[in-house]
């Protein structure tokens, strides 16, 4: 509980990153992905099980217990789809957080420099720092959407909107200072 009041608190943005995030959304990511394959079983497997209901009795009682799986179904499918959008939004809400702490060092940092002068590049090898920030971030829930398994329609969905949320951070303050 402590944890996340840190996570919420707006003076403790700068110590958000994403390795810090990573053990608490493991387990968000695994709900996630478990109640999209029991969506997935719901919608596509219990109809096959449901016609099997309507053979097994021929007095009558069949109606009801087929009505009461129906909506059994109904109820578990809409609880699953609360479940799945809402681990989802925290997810997305979480990583955005972490992206919101270092994406500003990208408009700080020539990425592209024409000597190896450039401060954010000094004493360093391959991308540089706050190159390397970004792209840890994007690594890390990448890493997570495919260790948990996350249906690959879902991984699209929240990568689109981490680049929205980053081509918007990135943009908005550039075009203000130009």
């Known amino acids: 509980m402590k944890k996340q009041a840190q996570h919420q608190d707006p003076a ?4 958000l990153s ?5 053990p608490d959304l493991q387990v968000v990511f695994f709900w996630m992905s478990n109640s999209i394959e029991i969506l997935y079983f719901i919608q596509q497997k219990a109809p096959a099980y449901t016609q099997g209901i309507e053979t097994l009795d021929s007095k009558g009682s069949k109606e009801s217990l087929l009505s009461a799986t129906i909506s059994a179904n109904e109820e578990a499918m809409t609880i699953l789809e609360e479940v799945i ?12 957080k972490s992206l919101y702490v270092v994406l500003p060092g990208l408009l700080d940092c ?12 000094r004493g360093g090898t391959g991308f540089p720092e706050p190159v390397r920030r970004v792209l840890q971030v994007f690594q890390g829930s990448q890493e997570l ?32 200072q130009g």
């Open 12 to 15: 403790s943005l700068s110590l």
């Open 18 to 22: 994403i390795s810090d995030l990573i």
């Open 85 to 96: 959008m809402y681990t989802f939004q925290q997810c997305v809400y979480y990583i955005t």
């Open 110 to 121: 020539n990425p592209f420099p024409v000597d190896s002068s450039e401060p954010c590049w």
């Open 145 to 176: 959407l495919q260790g948990y398994q996350v249906h690959p329609e879902v991984q699209a969905q929240m990568f689109s909107y981490l680049f929205f949320f980053s081509n918007v951070s990135l943009f908005n303050p550039a075009h203000g």
